[in-house]
């Protein structure tokens, strides 16, 4: 399910029950991370324009009900999403359980990758 706000996109990852929030501002950013990670949100804060893009995940907790990899694209590019979506689908692929190796074909990483920038494109105009 793709949900909407202004400055947050969140995509659920159903199979696992967790979810992709995207931003695409520092601002949002640091929102979403202090509200994610309530006192422990000082190391994920970003200073504006110092990065194209960024990812972490936020395991569930008593601030964050569901775990969230949290995604930001800055330069508004599909370019750094592919990047940053990259990250995210690893950090999935790792925190679930799902291995990634070198040689083999990856189904799930190749899947998950896919379905995520389907769904997330659109936002973005410039490649």
Known sequence: MLNT?????????PMFGGRVMLVRTYSEWNAAVTELKGDDASHNLIEEDSHLGCEVRI?????CPITTFLVGVYDGTRRTLLHELSHATFDICGYYGIPTDAGDANEF????????FHN???YFKVF
């Open 120 to 122: 997330l494109f659109r």
């Open 59 to 63: 395991a569930k907790s008593d601030t």
């Open 5 to 13: 706000s202004d400055d947050r996109i969140v995509l659920d990852l």
């Open 109 to 116: 990483y190749a899947y998950c990758i896919e379905h995520l």
